[in-house]
């Protein structure tokens, strides 16, 4: 198939026909691709194109890739399916047509009469004409098919959209939903989501009919409740659990055949009448059968097959008419004559159990059948693959002798084994081989269906003998067994899931899945995970799609599968989207700026005080850059918990950087803040600064890189103050860290002779002592933040505000109050030094009016 082409030609199929008539080359039809390629140079096979299918799925497009895994994202524009569009009477003729069993090969088999079911016939066709749901029951073998074919061909004028046949055989109630949908609505490669295969069935109006159902209680009644204006005719058996009180279900009960319909209905398939023996012999059958239409067909097999032993001894010996007498064989008796039909009528455990000695005059191709059938669980394989399985150019001709003899009954577009036959054929030593022949079975199914010619349409048509063959294979313990379910399940999964018979794609997955487990191939493991994850995604089941998927990416991760885990993280990432209650988003435009990442910091406070806030980056379709911005916080959901939705690990790791970076600033002005707000009133703060301000003049007296030459008084002196040289806002001077050098001035701090403020480290008079105190600092420090230095002195009675040096870098705060205060006594102070790096380069710092002023 051609990846970008999705017409007629996705099958191996050109666009073209084979009359020229749409303008195309009719010798292209059947051009085959040329078989020389450097591959084959090298002694590898031509490369096959894979077949990629894209599937609408609600608003999601599913993309099945049976190479790295299926893929699913939100419908891009462009892309969304057309409404579904009801089917008129003739498309829904032909969808029942393609939908019914074969015509099996060869003569065709007698019609057999309804006996005895004109008043059920009659009953069952009122109830629906009222719009009623019905529910027929009757055992295994008592004709329901049959009776409901009359009943179907009662009702076509009952409904506007007339009668739709469906089989509950291994059938799920969404899975019968999605088969009203089809058989109504004309949606190609379009399957709708739950919430719209509500709403478009709800508007149905036809006569269901639905033969074999297998399913009762709350599914039923959930069936019944989605599709109000249908009305419902099952066929069940009595085993079956009933719906509830509230399904108004009405309920028809289908007995056995009276003794003489059972000796007309053994007359009919004879097609001769009966003798006395027969007559007696088919009475005692009816006493042991209860009347069963199937077991009087089959006796009537079993009567026609001693017909021909009487005309031919040799009519089933092992020589079939298709395989021709060797030499050696023993002679051909003669014909008897009419006094030497000795044949003996079946015995009547033979005629209640009749599949074991019918089977054993059938050809050896019937026979061989029979063999696959009980491998595959009663499931009877196409009658196009007989000849492959079976080895045989005529096999296919074995499907209308066994349908002749009364050992198969319809199932939807196929056949299977009747009732009680499988049990038979098992105790008459038709399964010693099973296991052999469901391995053969499944590598020629493995084969068929990745051949670029099948279609899902007709892999679904197999799919319960797919399913079949599998489910033999897992469970057995020999050697290559699982891994011949792990080739037919990589094989059939993808072909199922395009066509739409997700029921069947599921079972695949999950016998793909234990088999893959049990044969230790961890990369096809992880597949079938991969794909059970997105089915979960797509049928709404959130919490089972993110469990698959996340086991599916830590396997690929172990194996290095690059590209199947990041198919993964895309859907994991669908599923973080969907759980968040957030719409997906669309497809990115050209420079067009889309959500990247949303991450949601963990609830509560942080150290240091910080409220959790919500980081969201986004990037462009240029450039990547990676920007950090408060988002809204989400709501919480019903659960209880916020959502956390997942991104790129550079975004991650961006908005990780981000937060700490906040931390740090926020722990930096906090940490200053309370050291300044713990002072006493009248307190004073020493702000150093281990750089010169570039704003210096000319007109300082001392360099603030050098320290100043005052000598220090003896410690604990009385009358002895802390150095300190007030600016605008009460901070010291500025020193180095080479080595202390405390700022002298005036006991009322301002300059000698003056009566000005202190501008400078040097303000202070000639000659004058100034007791200062000061703490050892480290000789060097290449640091370049500020050191504050806050300390509690006794209160000063006259304190004036000084100048603000240039080379001080004064307190952002406003200016102290004037304010007076006693400065006599001895003082005491408490030094503590905090130092913080930050990563931003500080502003620079206004000057005071005063020290213009000045």
Request: proline share 11%; charged share 20%; aromatic share 4%.
């Amino acid at each position: 198939m051609d990846p970008t082409h999705q017409g007629p030609g996705e099958y191996g199929q050109t666009p073209g026909t084979s009359d020229g008539t749409d303008g195309s080359d009719p010798s292209d039809v059947r051009r085959r691709p040329s078989r020389e390629s450097n591959a084959a140079d090298f002694g590898q096979p031509t490369p096959q194109q894979v077949r990629v299918v894209q599937v609408t799925v609600g608003d999601l497009l599913l993309t099945v890739n049976p190479v790295d895994g299926s893929e699913v994202e939100a419908c891009p524009p462009g892309y969304e399916p057309d409404a579904p569009v009801r089917r008129t009477p003739a498309e829904r003729a032909a969808h029942e047509r393609a939908g019914a069993p074969p015509v099996p090969a060869g003569p065709p088999a007698p019609q057999l009469p309804l006996l005895e079911r004109q008043e059920e016939r009659e009953r069952l066709v009122a109830l629906l004409a009222r719009g009623r749901n019905v529910r027929l029951t009757g055992q295994a073998g008592s004709g329901r098919t049959a009776l409901l074919d009359a009943v179907a061909a009662d009702c076509t004028d009952l409904a506007p959209d007339g009668v739709v046949r469906l089989s509950g055989h291994r059938r799920t109630a969404a899975d019968l939903l999605y088969g009203l949908f089809d058989a109504t609505h004309l949606a190609p490669l379009h399957r709708p989501g739950p919430e719209e295969l509500l709403a478009l069935v709800r508007s149905i109006g036809a006569v269901v009919i639905v033969d074999d159902l297998e399913i009762g209680g709350a599914a039923l009644d959930g069936l019944l409740e989605a599709t109000p204006e249908c009305a419902f005719l099952f066929g069940t058996t009595p085993d079956l659990t009933p719906p509830g009180v509230d399904a108004h279900l009405e309920e028809v009960l289908l007995a056995g055949l009276g003794r003489a319909a059972s000796l007309e209905l053994l007359a009919k398939v004879v097609e001769r009448p009966l003798t006395e023996d027969e007559r007696n012999w088919a009475g005692d059958l009816w006493f042991e059968s209860e009347g069963l239409p199937l077991r009087f067909v089959q006796a009537g097999s079993l009567l026609r097959q001693r017909d021909r032993l009487n005309t031919d001894p040799a009519a089933f010996d092992e020589y079939d008419y298709f395989e021709p007498r060797p030499d050696d064989a023993p002679p051909v008796p003669e014909a008897p004559t009419a006094e030497s039909l000795d044949v003996p009528l079946p015995s009547l455990g033979e005629g209640a159990a009749p599949a074991v000695l019918l089977a054993s005059r059938l050809s050896e191709a019937a026979r061989e059948t029979l063999r696959f059938t009980v491998a595959l669980g009663g499931e009877v394989p196409h009658q196009a693959h007989l000849p492959a399985l079976v080895g045989d150019t005529h096999a296919d001709a074995a499907l209308g002798e066994l349908a002749g003899c009364g050992l198969l009954s319809p199932a939807g577009p196929r056949y299977r084994l009747a009732a009680g036959v499988l049990a038979q054929l098992e105790a008459g030593g038709y399964a010693e081989e099973a296991a052999a022949h469901a391995r053969t079975a499944a590598q020629h199914y493995a084969w068929w269906v990745s051949h670029p010619s099948v279609t899902p349409q007709r892999a679904v048509a197999e799919s319960d003998a797919i399913v079949a063959a599998m489910g033999r294979l897992v469970p057995d313990g020999e050697a290559g067994q699982a891994s011949a379910a792990v080739l037919l399940a990589r094989s059939a999964a993808p072909a199922l899931a395009a066509g739409m018979s997700w029921g069947a794609w599921e079972k695949a997955l999950r016998a793909g899945q234990e088999a893959a487990r049990i044969a230790g191939e961890v990369a096809e493991e992880a597949y079938f995970h991969h794909e059970l994850g997105v089915l979960a995604l797509c049928s709404g089941n959130l919490d089972r799609a993110r469990t698959e998927l996340e086991t599916s990416i830590s396997m690929r991760g172990a194996l290095a599968d690059k590209s199947g885990a990041v198919a993964g993280r895309r859907a994991l990432a669908l599923v973080a989207d969907r759980s968040g209650g957030f719409a997906p988003p669309a497809r990115p435009q050209a420079a067009a700026e889309v959500p990247a990442v949303r991450h949601d910091l963990l609830a509560g406070t942080p150290p240091f005080g910080l409220p959790a806030a919500p980081l969201f980056t986004r990037q462009t379709a240029e450039e990547e850059p990676t920007v950090v911005a408060p988002f809204p916080a989400a709501a919480p959901k019903a659960g209880g918990g916020r959502a956390v939705l997942g991104g790129a690990r550079r975004n991650l790791a961006a908005a990780g950087a981000g937060a700490l970076l906040i931390a740090v600033l926020g722990t930096v002005v906090t940490l200053g803040l309370t050291a300044g707000d713990t002072e006493e009133p009248g307190g004073s703060r020493n702000v150093t600064t281990e750089q010169s301000s570039p704003e210096s003049t000319e007109d300082d007296e001392t360099p603030a890189d050098e320290p100043a030459d005052v000598p220090a008084p003896d410690d604990g002196a009385p009358g002895s103050e802390v150095s300190a040289t007030p600016g605008a806002s009460g901070s010291a001077a500025p020193t180095t860290s080479g080595s202390p050098s405390p700022a002298p001035s005036s006991p009322d701090g301002s300059s000698p002779g003056t009566g000005e403020p202190s501008s400078g480290p040097s303000s202070s008079a000639p000659g004058e002592p100034t007791p200062t105190r000061s703490s050892p600092r480290p000789s060097q420090s290449t640091s370049t933040g500020p050191t504050v230095t806050p300390s509690e002195s006794e209160p000063d009675p006259d304190p004036t505000p000084s100048e603000t040096s240039p080379t001080e870098t004064p307190d952002p705060g406003p200016p102290p109050p004037d304010t007076s205060a006693s400065a006599s006594g001895p003082a005491e102070s408490a030094t503590a030094t905090a130092t913080a790096t930050a990563t931003t380069e500080a502003p620079a710092e206004s000057e005071d009016p005063t020290e213009a002023a000045a």
